[in-house]
């Protein structure tokens, strides 16, 4: 996690760095720091606990000029959030810059203390500084001291260097966490993310697992995990021009709730035919592939784990096909039994995400069919590594809770359910025009669905001084409240749970009374009557209920029940249309509450560790 930038250049790179940071926030923010070989020869720092912004004022009012530098923002791990355990981290005359965790770094730090090194952060980073600069003592060059030094070290980082001893260069290491170069005329530069360095080029050098670089104004020199020199291609960046600002909207997130319309339309163009999903939509091997699958695993985290629970449903119900879900972090440990022919899918907007990623390495060594990456990043580490992509085109979105991301990953997984089905011939007669049909009109509904904003925005009104909340749902609307409950709980800081409505009586029920409002999703469906008396024994204990039903599920308000009419949809797609009432819900809690709803305390946008 965190976000690096650096730059060696011929003009004063600080508002580089300090834009780079503001454009990396997403990936933390706790604390930010930029260290730079300043014009008067000297490597001087700036730390400040907070966001991108403190750093910027403290600087306006003691400017570092200079030509080389790199910078942080963090998202703590090791070391509480304050200024002593900011990046960079300095030993002698070099700096230090750290993503990722170094797992021995308690070793290594009382090795270093023995050496005479004295720490001044709690963190993991610093010995890294200290490692270096006790290497460098030896080996003279700055770029050979780093190869020394990540030997040494267990865990993953993304690392940038300077030094005051050799200010012509940035030095770099990658290992389990994404860093590129950015080359410009005259001047390079280095970020964990190329969005951070769009304002200077548009063109990129990705580096890759094991990876050591030496960055000068004039060149770039790489050498892989054998320590051969090699060449990495440079790219030009294709993704289009990222709107970063927030256009009418108070916050990115309400923004990207409304831009669903157009980013699932976006999602869907060019992958339907007349009445069918175009298979090769997924590649031109998918055809083929797909045949072949009997199974389907699909592993994720966060909200794109609940894009996976919802395709189980789809993909179990219409394509006949058996579907397991989990988590990242649980897969990755486990010792898993994989039956034949099983597609691997992994479901990610960053494509970055540190657990998805390993449970994918890992599956490579488990005997899958295939990988599969639904994801919204083209250039990410998933797609690369995936034998089959899925590109969501949600566009760049910033809110740290996914809204945007989330529906149209459903979309891909509806789009992969159809696949396989027609692939396998297991769809039922007519079943996939209908839906086909169904998904063309998906953003026409989901623009209904987002004038009821002024509704939803009344009824947050009810939660704003609760401290709990409990969600329900049946069926595909199951992992719909679990989204509900997700986003709630990270913009609001209310404490929520979801649970399947016929689990109600088996334990939740004895928390429910006037204080713990009670939220469910009732589309028209044949679990209806059933959620019906689950409602039922909510209401008989004083629980206030917040209902979105289907304007034909007969639900009236009523005394402590409030019924919000949802339009009419197809059942299967129902999970995504009534994700976007519980999006609207939770943002106005949250603005009611007065929280930092782009930025919510302790998360970040991009979980680049374990
Ligand atoms: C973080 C984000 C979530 C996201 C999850 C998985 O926790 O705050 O919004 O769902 O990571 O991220 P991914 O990029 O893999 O979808």
Redesign the pocket.
Known sequence: MCGIVGAVAERNITPILLEGLKRLEYRGYDSAGVAVFTNAGKLERMRRPGKVSELEQALAGEPLVGRLGIAHTRWATHGAPCERNAHPHFSGDLAVVHNGIIENHEVLREQLKGLGYVFTSDTDTEVIAHLLNHKLKDLGDLTVALKATVKELHGAYGLAVVSASQPDRVVAARSGSPLVIGLGLGENFLASDQLALRQVTDRFMYLEEGDIADIRRESVAIWDVNGQSVEREAVQYRDGAEAADKGEYRHFMLKEIHEQPAVVQRTLEGRLSQNQVLVNAFGPQAAELFARVRNVQIV?????YHAGMVARYWLEELAGIPCQVEVASEFRYRKVVVQPDTLFVT???????AD?LAALRNAKELGFLASLAICNVSISSLVRESDLTLLTQAGREIG???TK?FTTQLVGLLLLTLSLGQVRGTLAEGVEATLVEELRRLPTRLGEALAMDSTVEKVAELFADKNHTLFLGRGAQYPVAMEGSLKLKEISYIHAEAYPAGELKHGPLALVDDDMPVVTVAPNNELLEKLKSNLQEVRARGGQLVVFADEKAGMTNGEGTHVINMPHINDTLSPILYTIPLQLLSYYVAVLKGTDVDQPRN?????TVE
């Open positions: 994720a985290c966060g909200t794109s479901i990610s907007q960053s494509g970055e995400t998805t740290v809770a996914s991301a998360l970040a946008k991009s979980v």
